[in-house]
Protein backbone atom coordinates (compact mmCIF):
# COMPACT_ATOMS: atom_id res chain seq x y z
CA UNK A 1 0.00 0.00 0.00
CA UNK A 2 1.32 3.72 -0.84
CA UNK A 3 2.40 5.59 1.73
CA UNK A 4 0.03 8.84 2.33
CA UNK A 5 2.21 11.99 2.07
CA UNK A 6 1.66 15.44 3.09
CA UNK A 7 -0.15 18.11 0.43
CA UNK A 8 2.34 20.22 -1.92
CA UNK A 9 3.56 23.45 -0.59
CA UNK A 10 2.38 22.03 2.99
CA UNK A 11 5.22 21.12 5.06
CA UNK A 12 6.09 19.44 8.19
CA UNK A 13 8.18 21.36 10.44
CA UNK A 14 10.53 19.08 12.07
CA UNK A 15 11.98 18.75 15.38
CA UNK A 16 15.36 19.57 14.65
CA UNK A 17 13.55 22.99 13.18
CA UNK A 18 11.38 23.95 15.89
CA UNK A 19 13.27 25.44 18.21
CA UNK A 20 14.50 27.79 15.84
CA UNK A 21 10.66 28.75 15.20
CA UNK A 22 10.59 29.36 19.31
CA UNK A 23 13.41 31.46 19.12
CA UNK A 24 11.68 33.86 16.85
CA UNK A 25 8.48 33.89 18.52
CA UNK A 26 9.76 34.17 22.06
CA UNK A 27 11.71 37.27 20.83
CA UNK A 28 8.09 38.70 18.85
CA UNK A 29 6.36 38.19 22.02
CA UNK A 30 8.44 39.46 24.55
CA UNK A 31 9.18 42.81 22.16
CA UNK A 32 5.27 42.68 22.15
CA UNK A 33 4.52 42.61 25.15
CA UNK A 34 7.26 45.40 25.99
CA UNK A 35 4.92 47.63 24.03
CA UNK A 36 1.73 46.88 25.35
CA UNK A 37 0.58 44.73 22.90
CA UNK A 38 -2.33 41.73 23.39
CA UNK A 39 -2.72 38.71 21.83
CA UNK A 40 -5.56 37.49 19.99
CA UNK A 41 -6.55 34.30 18.16
CA UNK A 42 -9.06 33.93 15.22
CA UNK A 43 -10.28 30.99 13.32
CA UNK A 44 -8.09 29.94 10.40
CA UNK A 45 -11.82 29.61 8.53
CA UNK A 46 -13.87 32.20 7.44
CA UNK A 47 -16.49 32.95 5.45
CA UNK A 48 -15.33 33.21 1.86
CA UNK A 49 -17.18 36.59 1.94
CA UNK A 50 -15.27 38.15 4.21
CA UNK A 51 -11.87 37.90 1.96
CA UNK A 52 -13.82 39.16 -1.03
CA UNK A 53 -15.45 42.31 0.35
CA UNK A 54 -12.10 42.90 2.22
CA UNK A 55 -9.14 41.75 -0.50
CA UNK A 56 -11.49 42.20 -3.50
CA UNK A 57 -12.68 39.92 -5.76
CA UNK A 58 -10.72 40.49 -8.77
CA UNK A 59 -7.51 39.59 -6.94
CA UNK A 60 -5.14 37.30 -7.51
CA UNK A 61 -5.86 36.07 -4.17
CA UNK A 62 -9.40 35.87 -4.55
CA UNK A 63 -9.32 34.80 -8.33
CA UNK A 64 -6.21 31.97 -8.17
CA UNK A 65 -4.89 31.59 -4.88
CA UNK A 66 -7.84 30.87 -2.15
CA UNK A 67 -8.86 27.60 -0.74
CA UNK A 68 -12.68 27.75 -0.55
CA UNK A 69 -14.95 24.61 -0.50
CA UNK A 70 -18.34 24.63 0.86
CA UNK A 71 -19.73 22.92 3.87
CA UNK A 72 -22.40 20.85 4.53
CA UNK A 73 -24.85 23.11 5.20
CA UNK A 74 -23.69 24.42 1.88
CA UNK A 75 -21.85 27.82 3.07
CA UNK A 76 -18.86 29.06 1.22
CA UNK A 77 -15.76 28.78 3.39
CA UNK A 78 -12.66 29.54 2.97
CA UNK A 79 -8.99 29.08 4.88
CA UNK A 80 -7.76 32.53 5.72
CA UNK A 81 -5.23 33.54 2.68
CA UNK A 82 -4.05 36.57 5.91
CA UNK A 83 -5.20 38.03 8.74
CA UNK A 84 -5.78 41.00 8.78
CA UNK A 85 -9.68 40.88 7.49
CA UNK A 86 -10.71 38.06 10.02
CA UNK A 87 -8.58 40.30 12.90
CA UNK A 88 -11.16 43.40 11.92
CA UNK A 89 -14.00 40.66 11.55
CA UNK A 90 -13.37 39.76 15.27
CA UNK A 91 -12.53 43.26 16.85
CA UNK A 92 -15.99 44.53 14.70
CA UNK A 93 -18.05 41.00 16.17
CA UNK A 94 -16.74 41.29 19.81
CA UNK A 95 -16.95 45.18 20.20
CA UNK A 96 -13.52 46.11 20.39
CA UNK A 97 -13.13 48.75 17.61
CA UNK A 98 -15.66 51.84 17.80
CA UNK A 99 -14.29 54.60 19.88
CA UNK A 100 -11.75 52.06 21.34
CA UNK A 101 -7.95 52.02 20.84
CA UNK A 102 -6.71 48.23 20.55
CA UNK A 103 -3.08 47.02 19.82
CA UNK A 104 -3.65 43.33 18.92
CA UNK A 105 -1.05 41.10 17.46
CA UNK A 106 -1.39 37.16 16.31
CA UNK A 107 -0.01 34.71 14.78
CA UNK A 108 -0.92 30.94 13.09
CA UNK A 109 -1.07 29.52 9.60
CA UNK A 110 -2.23 31.35 6.01
CA UNK A 111 -3.09 29.21 2.86
CA UNK A 112 -2.72 30.22 -0.56
CA UNK A 113 -2.47 28.10 -3.43
CA UNK A 114 0.68 29.25 -5.15
CA UNK A 115 3.63 27.47 -7.05
CA UNK A 116 5.73 26.50 -3.90
CA UNK A 117 9.42 27.84 -3.56
CA UNK A 118 12.15 28.29 -1.14
CA UNK A 119 10.33 30.93 1.63
CA UNK A 120 6.94 30.63 0.17
CA UNK A 121 4.44 27.65 0.79
CA UNK A 122 0.79 26.76 0.38
CA UNK A 123 0.54 26.90 3.94
CA UNK A 124 2.85 29.42 5.13
CA UNK A 125 2.72 31.02 8.87
CA UNK A 126 2.52 35.07 9.99
CA UNK A 127 2.73 37.13 12.62
CA UNK A 128 0.70 39.87 12.54
CA UNK A 129 -0.16 42.97 14.18
CA UNK A 130 -3.70 45.04 13.82
CA UNK A 131 -3.74 48.53 15.93
CA UNK A 132 -6.96 50.34 15.83
CA UNK A 133 -8.73 53.46 16.76
CA UNK A 134 -5.07 55.84 16.28
CA UNK A 135 -5.05 57.98 13.55
CA UNK A 136 -1.75 60.12 13.63
CA UNK A 137 1.44 59.71 12.51
CA UNK A 138 2.84 58.42 16.35
CA UNK A 139 1.45 54.78 15.97
CA UNK A 140 2.80 54.27 12.67
CA UNK A 141 6.34 55.49 14.15
CA UNK A 142 5.44 53.00 16.86
CA UNK A 143 5.00 49.86 14.85
CA UNK A 144 8.19 50.99 12.69
CA UNK A 145 10.48 51.30 15.88
CA UNK A 146 8.91 48.40 17.64
CA UNK A 147 10.03 46.07 14.22
CA UNK A 148 13.33 47.61 14.12
CA UNK A 149 13.99 46.49 17.91
CA UNK A 150 12.83 43.08 17.08
CA UNK A 151 15.66 43.00 14.34
CA UNK A 152 18.02 44.40 16.96
CA UNK A 153 17.49 41.12 19.79
CA UNK A 154 17.68 38.76 16.50
CA UNK A 155 21.11 40.10 15.24
CA UNK A 156 19.54 41.10 11.63
CA UNK A 157 19.02 44.86 11.91
CA UNK A 158 21.86 45.09 9.55
CA UNK A 159 20.47 42.54 6.77
CA UNK A 160 17.35 44.46 6.83
CA UNK A 161 16.72 47.86 5.16
CA UNK A 162 12.99 49.80 5.92
CA UNK A 163 11.42 51.40 2.82
CA UNK A 164 8.82 53.80 3.11
CA UNK A 165 5.93 55.71 1.53
CA UNK A 166 3.01 57.34 1.55
CA UNK A 167 -0.30 56.43 -1.26
CA UNK A 168 -2.12 59.41 0.11
CA UNK A 169 -6.31 59.28 0.15
CA UNK A 170 -8.65 57.39 -1.88
CA UNK A 171 -9.26 60.92 -4.24
CA UNK A 172 -5.51 61.31 -4.40
CA UNK A 173 -4.78 57.75 -5.57
CA UNK A 174 -8.01 57.94 -7.91
CA UNK A 175 -6.54 61.00 -9.65
CA UNK A 176 -3.29 59.00 -9.64
CA UNK A 177 -4.97 55.70 -11.17
CA UNK A 178 -6.83 58.30 -14.57
CA UNK A 179 -3.52 59.49 -15.12
CA UNK A 180 -1.37 55.90 -14.47
CA UNK A 181 -3.66 53.99 -16.92
CA UNK A 182 -3.96 56.89 -19.55
CA UNK A 183 -0.16 56.54 -19.88
CA UNK A 184 0.24 53.14 -20.03
CA UNK A 185 -2.58 52.38 -22.62
CA UNK A 186 -0.19 54.74 -24.61
CA UNK A 187 3.12 51.65 -24.19
CA UNK A 188 0.38 48.36 -23.68
CA UNK A 189 1.62 46.21 -26.15
CA UNK A 190 4.86 46.77 -24.25
CA UNK A 191 3.80 45.70 -21.20
CA UNK A 192 4.04 42.43 -18.93
CA UNK A 193 1.53 39.82 -18.92
CA UNK A 194 0.81 40.38 -15.27
CA UNK A 195 0.92 44.27 -15.52
CA UNK A 196 -1.44 44.01 -18.68
CA UNK A 197 -3.76 42.06 -16.75
CA UNK A 198 -4.03 44.79 -13.95
CA UNK A 199 -4.16 47.61 -16.19
CA UNK A 200 -8.23 47.19 -15.98
CA UNK A 201 -8.32 45.73 -12.45
CA UNK A 202 -5.77 46.81 -10.12
CA UNK A 203 -3.40 48.80 -11.81
CA UNK A 204 -1.46 50.73 -8.85
CA UNK A 205 -0.18 47.35 -8.12
CA UNK A 206 2.05 47.48 -11.69
CA UNK A 207 4.39 49.84 -9.94
CA UNK A 208 5.41 47.02 -8.01
CA UNK A 209 6.05 45.04 -11.28
CA UNK A 210 9.30 42.84 -11.07
CA UNK A 211 9.19 42.85 -15.05
CA UNK A 212 12.47 44.71 -16.43
CA UNK A 213 10.61 45.66 -19.45
CA UNK A 214 8.08 47.71 -17.38
CA UNK A 215 9.85 48.60 -14.77
CA UNK A 216 11.77 50.79 -17.34
CA UNK A 217 8.32 52.06 -18.89
CA UNK A 218 7.46 53.43 -15.67
CA UNK A 219 10.20 55.53 -15.42
CA UNK A 220 8.38 58.10 -17.33
CA UNK A 221 5.13 58.02 -15.85
CA UNK A 222 3.35 60.10 -14.15
CA UNK A 223 4.65 61.28 -10.19
CA UNK A 224 2.60 59.51 -7.50
CA UNK A 225 3.99 62.16 -5.35
CA UNK A 226 2.06 65.20 -7.68
CA UNK A 227 -1.14 63.75 -7.07
CA UNK A 228 -1.32 63.02 -3.18
CA UNK A 229 -3.40 65.60 -0.86
CA UNK A 230 -1.91 67.75 1.73
CA UNK A 231 -2.74 65.59 5.19
CA UNK A 232 -0.98 62.42 3.52
CA UNK A 233 2.02 65.02 2.88
CA UNK A 234 1.75 66.04 6.12
CA UNK A 235 1.72 62.50 8.04
CA UNK A 236 4.56 61.32 5.83
CA UNK A 237 6.70 63.84 7.30
CA UNK A 238 5.71 63.66 10.63
CA UNK A 239 6.59 59.94 10.33
CA UNK A 240 9.95 60.73 8.67
CA UNK A 241 10.53 63.05 11.60
CA UNK A 242 10.20 60.88 14.45
CA UNK A 243 12.18 57.87 12.64
CA UNK A 244 14.72 60.89 12.28
CA UNK A 245 15.04 61.82 15.77
CA UNK A 246 15.47 58.31 16.88
CA UNK A 247 18.06 57.32 14.33
CA UNK A 248 16.23 55.36 12.53
CA UNK A 249 17.57 54.76 8.86
CA UNK A 250 15.09 54.08 5.88
CA UNK A 251 14.87 54.67 1.95
CA UNK A 252 11.33 56.41 0.33
CA UNK A 253 10.43 54.16 -2.21
CA UNK A 254 7.74 56.08 -4.34
CA UNK A 255 7.09 53.01 -6.73
CA UNK A 256 6.01 50.76 -2.71
CA UNK A 257 2.83 50.56 -3.01
CA UNK A 258 -0.88 48.33 -2.02
CA UNK A 259 -2.98 47.17 -4.44
CA UNK A 260 -6.34 47.14 -2.22
CA UNK A 261 -8.79 50.26 -1.94
CA UNK A 262 -9.02 50.28 1.84
CA UNK A 263 -5.08 51.20 2.56
CA UNK A 264 -4.22 54.84 2.85
CA UNK A 265 -1.24 56.85 3.55
CA UNK A 266 1.91 55.31 5.08
CA UNK A 267 3.28 52.04 3.61
CA UNK A 268 6.06 50.14 4.89
CA UNK A 269 8.22 47.25 3.98
CA UNK A 270 11.61 45.36 5.39
CA UNK A 271 13.80 44.33 2.59
CA UNK A 272 17.09 41.92 2.41
CA UNK A 273 18.99 40.86 -0.10
CA UNK A 274 20.06 37.84 2.16
CA UNK A 275 17.40 35.72 0.43
CA UNK A 276 17.75 36.12 -3.44
CA UNK A 277 14.33 37.09 -4.61
CA UNK A 278 12.46 36.23 -1.62
CA UNK A 279 13.38 39.95 -0.21
CA UNK A 280 10.36 41.20 2.41
CA UNK A 281 10.48 39.58 5.31
CA UNK A 282 7.68 42.60 7.01
CA UNK A 283 5.18 44.38 5.41
CA UNK A 284 2.55 46.91 7.04
CA UNK A 285 0.75 49.77 6.06
CA UNK A 286 -2.68 52.02 7.33
CA UNK A 287 -5.79 50.74 6.65
CA UNK A 288 -8.26 53.21 7.52
CA UNK A 289 -10.87 52.15 5.59
CA UNK A 290 -10.99 48.24 6.26
CA UNK A 291 -13.62 48.53 9.29
CA UNK A 292 -16.24 50.75 7.02
CA UNK A 293 -15.92 48.38 4.06
CA UNK A 294 -16.69 45.95 6.16
CA UNK A 295 -19.76 46.80 7.68
CA UNK A 296 -18.23 48.53 11.00
CA UNK A 297 -18.00 52.24 11.83
CA UNK A 298 -14.71 54.17 10.45
CA UNK A 299 -11.94 53.54 12.60
CA UNK A 300 -8.12 54.78 12.03
CA UNK A 301 -6.32 51.33 11.81
CA UNK A 302 -2.43 50.01 11.16
CA UNK A 303 -0.44 47.57 10.92
CA UNK A 304 2.09 44.80 9.66
CA UNK A 305 2.77 41.13 8.62
CA UNK A 306 5.29 39.21 8.48
CA UNK A 307 6.34 35.95 7.40
CA UNK A 308 7.94 33.47 9.79
CA UNK A 309 9.26 31.03 7.08
CA UNK A 310 10.64 33.89 5.26
CA UNK A 311 12.40 35.17 8.93
CA UNK A 312 13.46 31.55 9.73
CA UNK A 313 15.32 31.14 7.18
CA UNK A 314 17.05 34.63 7.43
CA UNK A 315 18.27 33.47 10.86
CA UNK A 316 19.58 30.33 9.53
CA UNK A 317 21.36 31.39 6.37
CA UNK A 318 22.94 34.48 8.99
CA UNK A 319 23.91 32.20 11.62
CA UNK A 320 22.79 34.27 14.12
CA UNK A 321 20.64 31.81 16.31
CA UNK A 322 22.87 31.03 19.90
CA UNK A 323 23.68 26.78 20.02
CA UNK A 324 21.61 27.09 23.28
CA UNK A 325 18.46 28.66 22.04
CA UNK A 326 18.60 25.37 19.28
CA UNK A 327 18.99 22.79 22.52
CA UNK A 328 16.03 21.28 23.50
CA UNK A 329 17.94 19.47 26.72
CA UNK A 330 19.76 20.08 29.60
CA UNK A 331 20.72 17.38 31.47
CA UNK A 332 20.52 13.63 30.44
CA UNK A 333 19.91 10.66 32.81
CA UNK A 334 21.19 7.65 32.15
CA UNK A 335 21.05 4.35 34.62
CA UNK A 336 22.38 1.15 34.85
CA UNK A 337 20.29 -1.67 36.99
CA UNK A 338 16.55 -2.29 37.87
CA UNK A 339 16.87 -0.24 40.97
CA UNK A 340 19.28 2.55 39.68
CA UNK A 341 16.46 2.63 36.99
CA UNK A 342 13.41 3.41 39.04
CA UNK A 343 15.77 5.60 41.30
CA UNK A 344 16.59 7.64 38.25
CA UNK A 345 13.08 8.16 37.24
CA UNK A 346 12.46 10.13 40.69
CA UNK A 347 15.90 11.80 41.00
CA UNK A 348 14.21 13.40 37.65
CA UNK A 349 11.49 14.67 38.97
CA UNK A 350 13.07 16.15 42.18
CA UNK A 351 15.58 17.99 40.07
CA UNK A 352 12.59 19.23 37.79
CA UNK A 353 10.99 20.59 41.07
CA UNK A 354 14.23 22.25 42.19
CA UNK A 355 15.44 23.96 39.13
CA UNK A 356 14.11 25.13 35.60
CA UNK A 357 16.64 22.38 34.05
CA UNK A 358 15.22 20.80 30.61
CA UNK A 359 15.99 16.80 31.49
CA UNK A 360 15.49 14.11 29.65
CA UNK A 361 15.18 10.76 31.27
CA UNK A 362 17.02 7.50 29.47
CA UNK A 363 13.99 5.16 29.57
CA UNK A 364 13.78 0.83 28.00
CA UNK A 365 16.94 0.11 29.40
CA UNK A 366 20.24 -0.61 26.69
CA UNK A 367 23.94 -0.75 27.50
CA UNK A 368 25.99 2.10 28.61
CA UNK A 369 27.59 2.85 25.46
CA UNK A 370 24.17 3.47 23.27
CA UNK A 371 22.83 5.38 26.46
CA UNK A 372 25.73 7.70 26.08
CA UNK A 373 24.91 7.99 22.86
CA UNK A 374 21.46 8.96 23.01
CA UNK A 375 23.08 11.10 25.52
CA UNK A 376 25.18 12.78 22.91
CA UNK A 377 22.43 12.95 20.00
CA UNK A 378 20.25 14.52 22.97
CA UNK A 379 22.17 17.89 22.74
CA UNK A 380 21.99 17.63 26.35
CA UNK A 381 24.91 19.41 28.11
CA UNK A 382 25.70 17.05 30.82
CA UNK A 383 25.23 13.78 31.55
CA UNK A 384 24.11 12.55 34.85
CA UNK A 385 25.28 8.63 35.19
CA UNK A 386 23.58 6.22 37.89
CA UNK A 387 24.08 2.84 38.91
CA UNK A 388 23.57 0.53 41.97
CA UNK A 389 26.86 1.83 43.38
CA UNK A 390 25.74 5.58 43.30
CA UNK A 391 22.55 4.72 44.76
CA UNK A 392 23.95 2.61 47.47
CA UNK A 393 26.09 5.99 48.55
CA UNK A 394 23.37 8.33 46.84
CA UNK A 395 25.67 10.28 44.48
CA UNK A 396 25.33 10.72 40.79
CA UNK A 397 28.41 10.96 38.27
CA UNK A 398 28.06 13.97 36.34
CA UNK A 399 29.98 13.88 32.58
CA UNK A 400 30.09 16.80 30.91
CA UNK A 401 29.46 16.22 27.20
CA UNK A 402 30.42 19.92 25.34
CA UNK A 403 33.51 20.22 26.55
CA UNK A 404 36.71 18.56 28.22
CA UNK A 405 35.64 18.79 31.71
CA UNK A 406 36.79 15.90 34.19
CA UNK A 407 33.49 13.76 35.55
CA UNK A 408 33.02 14.06 39.10
CA UNK A 409 30.25 12.91 41.63
CA UNK A 410 27.89 14.80 43.38
CA UNK A 411 25.87 14.03 46.69
CA UNK A 412 22.17 14.13 45.82
CA UNK A 413 21.46 16.94 48.45
CA UNK A 414 23.92 19.23 45.81
CA UNK A 415 23.04 17.99 42.37
CA UNK A 416 19.78 20.88 42.40
CA UNK A 417 22.60 23.66 43.23
CA UNK A 418 25.97 22.10 41.18
CA UNK A 419 24.28 21.44 37.58
CA UNK A 420 22.56 25.32 37.97
CA UNK A 421 26.23 26.29 38.49
CA UNK A 422 27.40 24.00 35.77
CA UNK A 423 24.81 24.37 33.23
CA UNK A 424 24.09 28.00 33.67
CA UNK A 425 20.14 27.93 33.76
Known amino acids: MAKIKAIRGMNDILPQATPVWQYLEQHVQTVLGAYGYAEIRMPIVEQTELFKRSIGEVTDIVEKEMYTFEDRNGDSLTLRPEGTAGCVRAGEENGLLY ?30 VETFGMQGPDIDAELILLTARLWRQLGLLDAVTLQLNTIGSAEARGRYKDALVQYLQGCKEQLDEDSLRRLD ?86 YDGLVEQLGGKATPAVGFAMGIER ?42 N ?8 HCGGGNFKSQMKKADRSGASVALILGDDEVAQQVATLKPLRSDAAQKQVAWSQLAAELTTIINV
Not at 100 to 124: A, I
Open 311 to 352: LVLLLETLDVVPLSARQTVDLYIASMGAGAASEALLLAERLR
Open 201 to 286: TNPMRILDSKDTTTQALLNDAPDFHEYLDTESLEHFEALKSVLDRAGLAYEVNPRLVRGLDYYCKTVFEWVTDKLGSQGTVCAGGR
Open 99 to 128: NQVQRLWYKGPMFRHERPQKGRYRQFHQIG
Open 354 to 361: ETDLRIQL
